[in-house]
């Protein structure tokens, strides 16, 4: 079956722009989470979602916002961007919160 | 609060040998999952052993097994028979709020990851 699927692979923006980020789960997966991965900080909760609903938000600023369609299939946003925000971008998804996670291979952003 | 610690930044092996990847955890919630996932240099983060906090038994998958000690709050990953593929960063997570998709505090917590490389 089809993993996680992340599109796109990567992406160089600058500074100030906005960018969308997109996430497929596997079928049938409901829960679909956001984590950002830099040699800093390493790997960080964004948000959570589960049926088209946010359940759970990390501690990152507005700027990052995302959304589940019916399909499970999410995105995530990222408004004004800033350097600090290279890094790259995962997404897992999960048919149960809590249990069995698959990650996709992930986006990964520069910021010039 | 929620932590997972890995004080192994970095780690060699020698092929054929086997190696042990040192995770500890705190909670204070009963129920929770720690999960072990390599990420080669390609990006993607593969899921290789889960434990629950009540399994009583250590899991095992092929050539990897979770050295559970509960008391400790160690998770530690064994790899036997290390081959060349395995060079990767490891890391250990910890998934609070087990199962349960009403509770909106549930969130994977990863250590720092350990980098094994693996010696011909």
């Known amino acids: 079956k089809a993993g996680v699927t992340q599109t796109p692979r990567y992406l160089i923006k600058t500074r100030g722009q906005q960018v969308t980020l997109s996430c497929s789960p596997i079928?049938?997966?409901?829960?679909v989470s956001w984590y950002q991965q830099t040699p800093g900080q390493g790997l960080q909760f964004l948000f959570e979602y589960f049926s088209e609903t946010q359940r759970n938000k990390g501690n990152f600023p507005g700027r990052f916002s995302g959304r589940q369609f019916s399909n499970s299939r999410s995105e995530m946003n990222v408004s004004t961007l800033e350097l600090g925000d290279s890094a790259l971008y995962l997404c897992?998804?999960?048919?149960?919160?809590?249990?069995?996670?698959?990650f996709g291979s992930g986006t990964r952003l520069t910021v010039v | 609060a929620q932590k997972i610690t890995q004080t192994q930044p970095g780690m060699f092996v020698q092929e054929k040998e086997a190696v042990t990847l040192d995770c500890t955890y705190d909670?204070?919630?009963?129920?929770?999952?720690l999960f072990w996932y390599k990420q080669p240099s390609s990006g993607e983060m593969i899921f290789l052993i889960y434990?629950?906090?009540?399994?009583?038994q250590n899991a095992t998958e092929g050539r990897y097994s979770l050295n559970f000690q509960k008391a400790r709050k160690s998770a530690n990953l064994v790899i036997s028979a290390s081959q060349l593929g395995d060079s990767a960063m490891y890391f250990c997570?910890?998934?609070?709020?087990?199962?349960?998709?009403?509770?909106?505090?549930?969130?994977?917590?990863f250590g720092t990851g350990t980098s094994l490389t693996v010696i011909p």
């Open positions: 434990q629950g906090s009540y399994d009583q």
């Open positions: 079928s049938g997966h409901r829960s």
């Open positions: 997570a910890m998934f609070v709020g087990f199962k349960s998709s009403s509770n909106t505090g549930n969130q994977f917590y």
């Open positions: 897992a998804s999960s048919f149960i919160v809590g249990y069995g996670y698959t």
């Open positions: 909670t204070s919630d009963p129920s929770y999952g």
